[in-house]
């Protein structure tokens, strides 16, 4: 695992890239889009939250390939919840089995549940470098 700063934009095509969520979908089908990453991603891509409310009803708050180079990775269960250190393990290691079964090179996270969700690095850290390689690499804005 590598930790990095810069916009998780400038990996778009380069790279496979987490934008971190929620597994709340609402009466009309779509997520609740929140802030930071995901809130870019839905702007970038308009379908979004659709694309992800049907995935979720379907299989649960898990990781999901979004297509546009995009996964999920489930950080908290509704958009109101506080981050969950035991989904985000979860999501870690869903991401990681992912990307060996499809064989991804590069993927790039936010550091889940921090910034918005307000969590510590130092707390999350310790739970997501137990499954990520060096094909992972941590993002933080700057």
């Known amino acids: 695992m590598t930790e990095v700063v810069g916009n998780i ?3 778009l095509g380069k790279a496979v890239i ?8 609402t009466r009309h089908g779509k997520v609740v889009i929140g802030h930071g990453c995901a809130r870019q991603a839905a ?4 379908d979004l939250s659709l694309r992800l409310g049907l995935l979720l009803r379907e299989q649960g708050n ?3 390939y979004l297509g546009d180079g995009l996964v999920s ?3 908290e269960e509704t958009p109101w919840s506080a981050p969950d250190l035991g989904l985000i393990a ?3 290691r869903e ?3 992912l990307a060996d079964r499809v064989g991804w090179a590069r993927i790039v996270v936010p550091r889940p549940g921090c910034g918005g969700g307000g969590l510590s690095w130092h707390e999350v850290k310790p739970v997501v ?10 993002i933080t804005a700057g």
């Open 73 to 75: 990775f489930p950080v």
């Open 43 to 46: 702007e970038r891509f308009p």
């Open 62 to 64: 898990h990781v999901h």
């Open 9 to 11: 934009w400038d990996y």
């Open 18 to 25: 987490a934008i971190t969520t929620n597994g709340h979908v």
């Open 90 to 92: 979860r999501s870690a």
């Open 95 to 97: 991401l990681r089995d």
């Open 129 to 138: 470098e137990q499954y990520f390689d060096e094909r992972f690499h941590l």
